[in-house]
Nanobody
Framework: QVQVAESGGGLVHSGGSLRLPCAAS????????MAWFRQAPGKAREFVAA????????DYVDSVKGRFTISRGNPENTVYLQMDSLNPEDSADYYC??????????????WGSGTRVTVSF
């Protein structure tokens, strides 16, 4: 059973930065495709970013392009979401997810419990 754990949330002022780490463990593969989603109060969960198993493919929702960067770390099943130029609209619970392939990132099966990001004015 793949376990996913994210952290790094907190309170930051508008224009600030945060980096969210996420690690996947317990599976049979050395690496997994991984993604970040977020859910703001009263809103549906939305896709934020995803990265392939070897890091050669990454994609972002339009609202974060140029501000957020997803990258793979060391060990292999660690990913980071670097969030720059944060604004209050980025406030949400951020969830990391993992699955076998990049194409699975539309509906990944393995989820973390979330970490809260709050951006103040």
């Amino acid at each position: 059973q793949v376990q996913v754990a994210e952290s790094g949330g907190g309170l930051v002022h508008s224009g600030g930065s945060l980096r969210l780490p996420c690690a996947a463990s317990g599976g049979t593969l050395p690496t997994y495709a991984m993604a970040w989603f977020r859910q703001a109060p009263g809103k549906a969960r939305e896709f934020v970013a995803a990265i392939s198993r070897n890091g050669d493919i990454a994609d972002y929702v339009d609202s974060v392009k140029g501000r957020f960067t997803i990258s793979r770390g060391n060990p292999e099943n660690t990913v980071y979401l670097q969030m720059d130029s944060l604004n209050p609209e980025d406030s949400a619970d951020y969830y990391c997810a993992a699955d076998l392939t990049y194409s699975d990132m539309a509906r990944p099966r393995h989820w973390g419990s979330g970490t809260r990001v709050t951006v103040s004015f």
